[in-house]
């Protein structure tokens, strides 16, 4: 409609020397003008009827005045009110407003379904076991114990766990890990990911909305549902800057009606301010930024909560961890091997790990563990006997070989002095002592295992200035051992789960804190922190105590989450510094502060910067990507 509108307005007509002139032309234009205002406006008349209803004026009324305006004043022309129509500028307003409506209604839709979309890539059919055979079902069809066959190459239907096969499963699309994760009997999986070279076969664990993705799904939408702080900010600045832009609407109309008494100029840059000074981008400056982050933080299994407490990420000056499956992988290991005779480390390990090889004690599990890891093969063991509370022993080779305990030297009186065996103790470690025909050839450490990824997240950490503090229930001498190994700024022993929420407190006088456990014992601690980061909670993502809930057992991700927070931020000022900077120079120019100079706005150019500062906002929220 637009177009006929343009070629029957006088004043187009003037500036592109044509005329256009027939019976009842006026009328045509009027008719089609009020069309547009309230079919192309209605959009915006609604929003300003619930803004009204809600006593929360906003953009909508901006929009709302200033098209009002522009029809109204140009329909009492028509009928007969001196002076000259402009719904040509009507037309060509609500045009330029709705396509930024659209353009801003478009990214952030886009970014909230960006999760969303990982819904549809699950498979719509299973292969159900049942009787020993295998019948393809509907996904919708299966229930909680059901077992589903899983081909190679194939997307894992369901959240279940391994019962028969092993096999490599990609898990990069839903938490993020790049690397395939090996998956055994007894190992959980999470319907979506895609299934690698082996077949497996799974029991049904979750359904419906109790399955992984669609807890991730639900989270972020809390989480892009919740206001933040910056949020409550833009609220507030667009709410005055309403207000603002209308008393400077009605002044700027008052004032050139007296000083030129032309009603139809001076309505002309009252509708202009109005049109200017919507806070489309302001509005748009947080909820965009929010959206993107969300759904990237999610792609990377770190799943945010609590936008409130995500955003203290950025001030963060201490992280305090615990210990155990934290910065430990919960498990004992090989941490030292120490050489007594003339044998190298690998063959006390190798000789060490055969002994154990028929053990059930959780030493000889970290043992055997650490030699497969390192690819050692291990000897049979003949006339093997286990001592209990001293070690086990057997024969190779016609030697008589023993893993012994520090117990059984001290009883056999079998005397060692090493600096290195004495820093170990010190360290809490337990050693344990290979014997070849009863002489001390090697000893062996064990510790529960630090992570690789620990010294990375601390050392990134320590680099942003955060100092990293360990928390634990542990004993004194095996958390100095762990704090000193990672370069930890201070650590607290022995502490029990209802003391760590007292220390939190204690470190909180000094420090913005964030706390990372394991969202269970660690539950009062996570809630007294600032931030508190439940880590490797897997496919449990519903740990209440925690604000943000890591996917992955990996420290390195709380790094993440700090640059991402502080990023985040970055975005969310840098565009609510642009929307308000926009404004400030936009308006008084609207007004005609620069007239004298002959420098004026039309409302139709006034629309255009004013949906160019929206998409600026846009395309600045979409870099948080890059």
């Known amino acids: 409609m637009t177009v006929p509108i343009l070629a029957l307005s006088p004043f187009i007509q003037d500036i592109f020397q044509f ?110 076991i049942k009787d020993g055979q295998t019948f393809d079902v509907k996904v919708d069809a299966l229930k909680p114990g059901d077992k589903v066959l899983v081909k190679p190459g194939e997307k894992i239907p369901v959240d279940g766990a391994v019962i028969e096969g092993e096999t490599n499963v990609n898990e990069s699309m839903l938490t993020g890990e790049s690397k395939p994760v ?29 399955t992984y993705l669609n807890q991730v799904v639900e989270l972020v939408r809390q989480a892009q549902e919740s206001k933040s702080k910056t949020q409550d900010l833009a609220d507030r600045a667009a709410r005055v800057l309403t207000i603002i832009a209308l008393s400077i609407g009605a002044v700027t109309f008052v004032a050139w009606l007296y000083f030129i008494e032309d009603s139809a100029f001076a309505v002309e840059r009252a509708v202009t301010v109005m049109v200017i000074s919507c806070p489309h981008a302001l509005g748009l400056a947080v909820p965009l930024v929010v959206a993107v982050s969300t759904s990237l933080a999610a792609k990377a299994g770190l799943l945010v909560r609590d936008r409130s407490a995500f955003e203290k990420g950025k001030d963060l000056q201490a992280v305090v961890f615990d210990k155990t499956g934290t910065l430990t992988e919960g498990r004992f290991g090989v941490t030292d091997i120490i050489p007594l005779a003339d044998l190298d480390e690998n063959e006390i390990l190798r000789m060490t790990a055969s002994l154990e090889e028929n053990s059930e004690h959780p030493i000889a599990a970290g043992i055997l563990s650490s030699s497969r890891e390192k690819g050692v093969e291990l000897d049979h063991i003949h006339e093997f006997k286990a001592i209990p509370g001293k070690g086990i022993e057997g024969r190779v080779q016609g030697k008589r070989w023993m893993v012994a305990s520090p117990g059984y030297l001290r009883e056999s009186k079998i005397d060692i002095n090493d600096e290195k065996l004495d820093r170990l103790a010190r360290q809490g470690k337990t050693v344990v002592f290979l014997l070849e025909e009863n002489k001390p050839v090697g000893a062996v450490a064990l510790a529960d295992i630090i992570r690789n990824e620990s010294r990375e997240a601390i050392d990134e950490l320590k680099s942003m200035n955060i100092k990293c503090i360990m928390l634990t229930g542990d004993n004194r001498f095996v958390a100095e051992w762990v704090a000193k190994d990672l370069g930890l700024d201070d650590f607290f022993a022995e502490v029990l789960p209802h003391q760590k929420a007292e220390v939190i407190k204690k470190i909180q006088n000094n420090y913005i804190v964030a706390m990372v456990g394991d969202g269970v014992n660690d539950a009062p601690a996570l809630v007294q922190a600032d931030l508190g980061i439940a880590i490797g909670a897997g496919t449990d993502v519903a740990v209440e105590s925690a604000g943000i809930v890591l996917v992955r057992n990996d420290p390195r991700d709380v790094t993440s989450i700090v640059r991402l927070s502080k990023k985040t931020s970055t975005k969310m000022f840098q565009n609510l510094i642009w929307a308000t900077g926009y404004n400030a120079f936009a308006i008084p120019l609207a007004a005609g502060i620069l007239y004298s100079y002959g420098i004026l706005l039309s409302p139709a150019i006034g629309a255009i910067f004013m949906s160019a500062s929206t998409v600026i906002v846009s395309i600045n929220a979409k870099l948080l990507k890059m």
């Open 182 to 210: 090996s998956k055994r009997v007894g190992d959980d999986v999470i319907g979506g990911s895609i299934n690698g070279e082996g077949s497996i076969s799974l029991e049904v664990r979750k359904i419906g909305s109790e």
């Open 19 to 128: 005329e256009l002139v027939f019976t009842g032309d006026t009328i045509v234009l009027f008719l089609l003008s009020t069309f547009v205002y309230f079919y192309g406006g209605y959009p915006f008349l609604k929003g300003f009827f619930y803004e009204i209803k809600d006593n929360n004026v906003g953009m909508m009324t901006l929009i709302s005045v200033a098209i009002s305006a522009a029809y109204f004043y140009s329909s009492a022309v028509v009928i007969g009110l001196e002076g000259m129509d402009f719904f040509w500028e009507l037309a060509t307003l609500i045009d330029i407003m709705l396509l930024g409506h659209w353009i801003e209604m478009r990214s952030v839709v886009g970014a909230s379904r960006a999760l969303e979309e990982l819904v549809k890539i699950m498979p719509s059919e299973a292969h159900l």
